[in-house]
């Protein structure tokens, strides 16, 4: 391949084995198969890491200082199957990029697909995207959920624990050494799939299983699974086990055959009040899970 062509081709990560951190819910290989799904879902959050060596590789080490990814999830993986992540080369260096993450046994499985971004956000994929919210009026389990409505403000951690646990698991299975030992920043930081847990826990709670009374108190124990993911890093990046105040906010809300869904933003800010990192995500609730739609 000539110098031209290796610049010119995607970054293309190693094969990884998607793994899940949860038992519970879609995560649980029963209660995923009687909802139509092949087995366990892995949860959207653990493949976002998949992207991180790629991305210090295309943009350095400035990535997790301000640099952003934006997917969106089209195919459910199931646990223990194979997912690898592909990062267009930025054009000129230092552009946005189109991003995407495979089933590496048949590359035609898009998992998810979006952009990588540094320093500027403002075209990313979810930032651009026909969000397709609704008039909450409509709906039943999210009735009443208002864009703009405050979901809480609370002082959360990237916990050490949690990313150990994820680490001796396998569930975070694309290593960074800065996760685990000295960065470049001094201390270890905190992985992408930790990250968007302290954000997310905002919603639920330190506690087993996931409680949505945040929301609305018609959700009731409705599953959940995520759609979207965005983390934008503005003055990173994130330390474990360092409190920082997060704040979230109702984007809008939808609604679509199978499912009601919620688009929310999370902003976490260090104690000069300075912004660290943002968070949009998609929740959909499975309407085949609550009694409001049993009919």
Not at 231 to 249: Q, S
Request: hydrophobic share 40%.
């Amino acid at each position: 391949m000539s110098d031209a062509a290796t610049l010119a081709a995607p970054l293309v990560g190693k094969v990884r084995t998607a793994l899940n951190q949860s038992d519970s819910s879609i995560h649980d290989p029963e209660a995923a198969k009687k909802l139509g799904f092949r087995g366990a879902a892995v949860g959207g959050n653990n493949h976002l890491d998949l992207f991180a060596p790629l991305l210090v590789e295309a943009y350095g080490r400035e990535w997790f200082e301000r640099g952003a990814l934006s997917l969106y999830f089209l195919n459910v993986v199931v646990s223990g199957e194979t997912v690898q992540a592909v990062v267009e080369r930025p054009s000129p260096a230092g552009a946005q990029t189109r991003i995407h993450a495979r089933r590496p046994d048949d590359p035609a499985i898009v998992v998810c697909q979006g952009t990588a971004s540094l320093g500027d956000h403002s075209r990313s994929e979810l930032a651009t995207r026909d969000l397709k919210t609704c008039d909450e009026a409509s709906l039943r389990l999210l009735k009443g959920v208002k864009p703009g409505q405050l979901l809480g403000k609370k002082a959360l951690t990237a916990q050490q624990a949690f990313q150990d646990q994820l680490l001796k698991t396998g569930a975070l299975n694309e290593v960074m050494d800065w996760y685990v030992g000295p960065s470049p920043w001094g201390a270890p930081i905190a992985s992408l799939n930790a990250v968007s847990a302290m954000m997310f826990r905002l919603l639920v709670g330190d506690g087993g299983g996931h409680h949505h009374d945040r929301i609305s108190p018609h959700l009731g124990d409705t599953l959940a699974m995520f759609g979207a993911f965005e983390i934008a890093f503005h003055r990173g990046p994130v330390f474990l086990d360092r409190p920082y105040e997060v704040e979230g906010r109702v984007v809008g809300v939808g609604d679509s055959p199978k499912t009601e869904y919620l688009w929310w933003d999370a902003t976490a800010r260090d104690e000069r009040g300075e912004t660290v990192v943002t968070m949009r995500h998609l929740l959909r609730f499975l309407k085949a899970t609550s009694p409001l739609y049993a009919a």
